[in-house]
C-alpha cells in the first residue's frame, strides 16, 4: 500500500524548508533533491516514488531552499556556485534535524548537482548516490530545452510553460492533457515574484558548479547514474562523464526516455532505486 506523505515547514534558524516525508524514521533514509526550474517542488519530482518506496525507506523530500514554498532569500546569493552552497548548509542542517546521520542520495538534475557536493563536503555522511540527468560536467553548452527553462520569465505564461515541460520527456503525446495540467498548476507558484527572484539570481552569467576529473576520482560511494537516452535538457554527455570518472559508478542509459525518466518509467526507476540501495542492481 501507498505510504502517507507529511509536509511540514521545518525551521532551521534563519531559514525555514517545506519538506515532506514518508515511511518510518527508523528505517533507512533516503534523500531526494529535485531540480531546478520554474515552479518546481519536491512533489512534483518525486511525488509517487517516495509514495511508492515509504514501505521500505524514510523517504524525505524537501523543497529546496529558494525553490517552491521553502524560504526563498532577499537578497539571494548570487550565482549558482553561491546559492548551491547555501542550499547544500540548509540540507545538511535539515538532516541534523531529523537525526539522519547517514543518507542515501537520489539527484535529480540540479539535485544531482547538490548530491554531488554532498558526497564531496562529507563522504562520511553519504551511503549510496543515484544520479538521474545530473549536471556537474565542465563545458557542456545548454541545450535548446536549458536554455527555455534558463529563459522563461522572459515570457511567463502557461503556453511557455507546457512548452517547456514538454521538452522534459521523450513523447509528449503519452501524456496526454497531463503536461497541460502540470503547466496550468505551476504557473501560479512560478510566476510568484520570490520564486522568479530566486530562479534569476541562480542562473546569472556567472561560473557554473562543475567537477574535475581529479575532483570525481576521489570519490569512494558507489554511483548509478541513469540518464535518459533522448534527454533534452541535460546533455547526455554528462552522465558518461560522471560514470567514467567517479570510480565506483555505473550508468544506465534508458531509450525513448527524456530528462524525466521516474515520471517517464516510475516503476523501471524505482526498482532500480531499491535494487541499488539493497545491492541487487
Not at 501507498?2 to 519538506?19: M, N
Not at 548548509?89 to 537525526?99: A, F, N, S
Not at 542562473?203 to 576521489?218: H, I, M, Q, R, V
Request: hydrophobic fraction near 40%; aromatic fraction near 8%; proline fraction near 7%.
Amino acid at each position: 500500500m501507498p505510504a502517507a506523505i507529511t509536509s511540514t515547514d521545518i525551521s532551521l534558524g534563519e531559514h525555514s524548508l517545506r519538506v515532506n516525508t514518508a515511511g518510518d524514521p527508523s528505517m533507512q533514509p533516503l534523500l531526494f533533491l529535485h531540480g531546478s526550474g520554474p515552479g518546481v517542488t519536491a512533489l512534483s519530482n518525486w511525488e509517487r516514488l517516495i509514495t511508492d518506496l515509504g514501505d521500505r525507506y524514510y523517504c524525505i523530500a524537501p523543497d529546496v531552499l529558494g525553490f517552491g514554498d521553502s524560504d526563498h532569500p532577499d537578497p539571494p546569493p548570487a550565482g549558482q556556485i553561491a546559492f548551491t552552497e547555501l542550499r547544500v548548509e540548509t540540507i545538511w542542517r535539515l538532516l541534523d534535524k531529523l537525526g539522519a546521520d547517514r543518507v542515501n542520495l537520489v539527484g535529480n538534475s540540479y539535485g544531482g548537482m547538490m548530491s554531488l557536493k554532498m558526497t564531496v563536503e562529507n563522504p562520511e555522511r553519504v551511503g549510496k548516490v543515484i544520479l538521474m540527468g545530473s549536471g556537474g560536467a565542465p563545458g557542456l553548452q545548454p541545450t535548446p530545452g536549458l536554455k527555455k527553462l534558463i529563459t522563461f520569465y522572459d515570457d511567463p505564461t502557461e503556453q511557455n510553460m507546457a512548452e517547456l515541460l514538454s521538452m522534459f520527456v521523450y513523447d509528449p503525446a503519452s501524456f496526454g492533457d497531463k503536461l497541460g495540467e502540470i503547466a496550468a498548476a505551476r504557473i501560479p507558484r512560478a510566476t510568484r515574484e520570490d520564486v522568479r527572484r530566486s530562479h534569476l539570481a541562480m542562473f546569472d552569467d556567472g561560473p557554473k558548479l562543475a567537477y574535475s576529473p581529479e575532483d570525481l576520482a576521489k570519490i569512494e560511494q558507489d554511483f548509478l547514474v541513469i540518464v535518459g537516452r533522448e534527454d533534452r535538457i541535460v546533455p547526455i554527455e554528462a552522465s558518461h562523464y560522471l560514470a567514467e570518472h567517479i570510480p565506483s559508478a555505473r550508468l544506465v542509459v534508458i531509450g525513448r526516455c527524456g530528462h524525466w525518466s521516474q515520471i517517464e518509467y516510475p516503476e523501471r526507476f524505482e526498482n532500480m532505486v531499491s535494487g541499488f540501495v539493497e545491492g541487487r542492481l
